[in-house]
């Protein structure tokens, strides 16, 4: 009796085995038959881009002429009259030197022509004398020349004497710094006790006469650029406070660090309110040219080569497409090829996506990709 009963237990404990296996087996066929997971993806539908843009470049007012007023002379700095910010005219003294050695050196180039002025009257008069002589017959024509050439000698030392006390003279005016135009103090170099260099930077002058917009411009949107562009300038803190200007100047060289061209606008009548070293914006309408324009999340990159994925709404699958960029601009792509107007592409989600896989469309254009598909 008990063999039975365990002979009984072993068949029903075989038959329990048998019974997981094929359930397991029939769920591992139900998951290897069920479909791919249908992916939500954002996108948006494709849009002809506009002829002509707006660029949006952020920049400074500085000076249209502006000068780092230095000495010409070396010396210790005893005085420094003005500062950051002051208004000058032209020929106010901004600083001073101390004069004694240029007034040493003057002293002793006054000493020089009143010597070389007596040696020229000795050797005029030695030369009158030899000459009335050899009209007489009393001297030799050695004599005489060498009387001559002591007179122009003397002379030549008078002219060297002369041109060193022009020298020295000028050295004592070159210890007072004038301004050479009227304008406004943006920066000093030096303080008063200080020995400075002849050509070092003293006060920089913001010249009166005009203002300029300079902004740093990559060489993308310098191509693009019209002729001649009119740029409308404006506070960055303040749009209501606006200028127009012209292109006055453009680097010929980029910065070797940003890769930027700098390039001067000159700003008409510009506004009181546009100070020196005020931030402002400048917009130009630049050409656009023929081409699609997509967001530039919507790039990727197949076969080294860009492309988008283009989702077929009669079918909700999508596609990669190989498309040729006309140019980048910082939120969207201009496609020169590749794309049509209406098509609808992808524009997040593009990491997780295989060729054919089924979608789910997010977005104000996945009602317009409905329509058109029902259509």
């Not at 002379?73 to 020929?91: T, W």
Request: charged share 20%.
């Amino acid at each position: 009796m008990l063999k039975r009963i365990s002979g009984n237990r072993s068949c029903s404990g075989l038959g329990l085995a048998l019974a997981m296996a094929l359930l397991a087996a029939g769920c591992s066929q139900e998951e290897a038959d069920a479909p791919p997971p249908v992916r939500p993806v954002r996108v948006t539908t494709v849009e002809e881009a506009p002829a002509s843009q707006s660029v949006s470049i952020s920049g400074t007012v500085q000076a249209q002429d502006e000068a780092s007023l230095a000495f010409r002379i070396g010396g210790r700095m005893i005085e420094r009259l003005v500062n950051v910010g002051d208004q000058l005219k032209a020929g106010q003294v901004v600083a001073r030197l101390d004069p004694q050695n240029a007034l040493n050196t003057l002293r002793s180039a006054q000493a020089a022509v009143t010597a070389a002025e007596g040696r020229l009257v000795q050797a005029s008069n030695h030369y009158d004398r030899q000459e009335r002589l050899l009209q007489s017959g009393f001297t030799t024509r050695a004599i005489y020349d060498e009387a001559r050439q002591g007179r122009l000698a003397a002379q030549a030392q008078l002219d060297d004497a002369q041109a060193q006390l022009k020298t020295a003279e000028d050295n004592v005016g070159y210890t007072e710094l004038k301004a050479d135009a009227p304008g406004v103090v943006t920066a000093r170099g030096a303080e008063p006790g200080e020995v400075v260099q002849a050509g070092q930077m003293i006060v920089q002058l913001a010249r009166q006469g005009g203002r300029d917009a300079v902004f740093d411009v990559s060489a993308q949107v310098l191509r693009q650029v019209p002729a001649d562009p009119a740029i409308a300038v404006a506070l960055a803190d303040d749009a209501a406070v606006t200028a127009v200007g012209r292109v006055r100047e453009v680097a010929p060289q980029a910065d070797p660090v940003t890769r930027t061209f700098r390039v001067r606008v000159g700003l008409d009548n510009p506004p009181e309110a546009m100070r020196l070293g005020s931030a402002v914006t400048g917009r130009v309408e630049i050409e656009s040219g023929v081409g699609m324009e997509v967001p530039a999340s919507a790039l990727t990159a197949t076969n080294g080569r860009p492309a988008v994925w283009v989702v077929d709404p009669s079918t909700a699958t999508v596609a990669l497409r190989n498309v040729e960029v006309a140019r980048f601009n910082p939120a969207t792509v201009i496609v020169a090829s590749g794309l049509a107007v209406g098509d609808v592409v992808v524009t997040a989600g593009v990491q997780a996506l295989h060729p054919g896989q089924k979608v789910r469309l997010l977005g104000a254009a996945a009602a317009s990709a409905s329509e058109a598909s029902g259509s």
